[in-house]
């Protein structure tokens, strides 16, 4: 399982399990926080009614028929109270009175319960005891939600108790709150877990990107690319980027020295070879005209050894480097015709004549010398390949974001063997005019420059004949 998608799975764990007894206990508990906000006023309402009754039974002003004369009046109200969801129309608060021995002195909703004795009940036999008494029972035993809420305080006349007084509510009113919130409630949890789980995703996404962009970047390397070291934090993660990059630094300096040591080795060896030969020829009597030949030969092999190392030198300059040191606008029109001119002997010499297709103002960022360099690699690979009296065009266009500069020759195709090997160090091919092959670093470095500007290069053949350079730049 990918990283990214191992931290969303397990913040969704944490979530659920952090989360979930919560929801269900608000879920399961609502109706008991809504009963204690409705059981607090009426214990407020049974002792300020118990303080009334009992300064009246005091001053010998208290009538139960006159009471039950105030709550009939009362019950027959038509209420039009708008509280939130609920349309309240009638008042339904109950009241009842006893005397100290728990008989029922007085009942709003149900006279008829005059006379009954309701010690057996909580709030009453509570009260009676001086206690806080309160209860919940059922009106309807076969309905589950016709519960009422009873709370009673005592009724006091000069210090003694002469009674308990009963408030009751019924609970229908809660139902319907309760109704209407749990629908807003879910709701609320499902976006909140939606929220949730798309927050999860997106920082799982955040934290595994730095992997991401390392394996993309280590891929970039194995596929021969030079990619830019991504921008990367200062987490754990990032100093595991930075560490792995200066080891595939050192590794990559290992193999390198390796590898040139090879191929420089290789490469000399040849000329090193001709020198022996033509010095120990020389240690030899001979004609001066054969010693000159000699000495002209020497001559020659160890100048194809200095630009063997020079071209090395520079090679290795560009491979090392992970960007452009400098990078400003450079005029494809007026390069190329520094170019030419930097090649004019050689065309001259070839009665080469060049074509041109480059508009004034076409720019590209990089850096002039090595694209300069490039340029000029590729001009001089058209010249030596290109046919006496011929043509070499050069041109450039704009497409998809990209300018593509392309040198073309009407010389020798390249052969079907060597197209794959064209771009790779020390190979080259024999130049149609003498025979010889040059260094075979020429289109390694111009591959070099195209990686560092994050362009390409490719050769291919064009009919009837010649051979087509297509270098890449991003505009």
């Known amino acids: 399982m990918k990283l990214g998608l191992r931290i969303f799975f397990c913040s969704l764990v944490i979530f659920l399990l952090c989360f979930a007894y919560p ?17 607090d006023p009426l214990a407020d309402h049974a002792n300020i009614l118990a ?22 009046r009362v019950y027959a109200r038509q209420l039009d109270s708008q509280i939130y969801s609920l349309n309240k129309q009638r008042v339904d608060l109950q009241v009842y009175l006893t005397d100290t021995k728990g008989t029922i002195l007085f009942h709003s909703k149900h006279p008829d319960q005059t006379g009954q004795n309701y010690t057996h009940w909580r709030d009453v036999a509570l009260a009676l005891e001086g206690r806080y008494g309160a209860r919940t029972s059922l009106d309807n035993p076969k309905d589950p939600t016709s ?30 709150f309760l109704k209407a919130a749990k629908p807003k409630f879910l709701a609320v949890t499902a976006t909140a877990a939606v929220a949730a789980v798309a927050l999860s995703y997106l920082a799982a996404l955040w934290i595994a990107s730095p992997i991401r962009r390392l394996t ?17 934090d200062r987490t754990e993660i990032g100093g595991l980027g930075r560490a792995l990059q200066r080891m595939q630094e050192r590794l990559e300096g290992k193999a390198y020295v390796e590898q040139y040591v090879q191929k420089l ?33 020497i001559r020659a092999e160890a100048d194809r050894i200095q630009v063997i190392v020079d071209c090395m030198l520079e090679l290795a300059s560009l491979e090392f480097k992970k960007q452009l040191p400098t990078r400003k606008p450079v005029n494809l029109q007026a390069l190329s015709k520094t170019v030419l001119e930097s090649k ?34 590729l001009v001089q690979n058209a010249i030596d390949f290109c ?3 011929g043509v070499i065009t050069l041109s450039a266009r704009n497409e998809d974001h990209h300018i593509l500069f392309k040198v073309e020759d009407n010389g020798a195709s390249i052969p079907d063997y060597a197209i794959e090997k064209i771009f790779d160090k020390f190979y080259s091919l024999q130049r ?44």
């Open 23 to 39: 929801i269900s206990w608000v879920m399961n508990n609502a109706r008991m926080r809504y009963l204690e906000g409705v059981e």
């Open 51 to 72: 303080e009334i009754v009992g300064g009246q039974m005091a001053a010998g002003t208290f009538h139960i028929e006159e009471l039950q004369s105030i709550f009939e």
């Open 216 to 232: 993309a970047y280590a891929d970039a390397i194995r596929a021969g690319q030079r990619p830019v070291f991504p921008k990367l």
């Open 387 to 389: 046919e006496r009296e």
């Open 432 to 475: 149609p005019d003498s025979g010889k092959k040059s260094t075979g670093l020429g289109l390694n470095l111009v591959r070099e420059v195209a990686q560092l500007h994050q362009g390409t290069i490719h050769l291919e053949n064009i009919a009837p004949q010649g051979v087509r350079a297509t270098f890449i730049l991003p505009r």
């Open 344 to 377: 004019a002997p050689m065309l001259i010499a070839k009665k080469i004549a060049v074509a041109t297709d480059i508009d004034s103002q076409m720019e590209v960022y990089g850096d002039p010398f090595l694209l300069h360099q490039a340029l000029a690699n």
């Open 265 to 297: 080795t290789h490469e000399v060896k040849s000329p090193l070879s001709a020198i022996r030969g033509a010095a120990e020829l020389l240690e030899e009597d001979m004609p001066a005209a054969n010693k000159q030949r000699f000495l002209a030969n």
């Open 147 to 176: 519960s009422v809420l009873y709370v009673a305080a005592p009724v006091m006349v000069h210090g003694q108790m002469a009674g308990v007084l009963t408030v009751a509510k019924p609970t229908t009113n809660i139902n319907h």
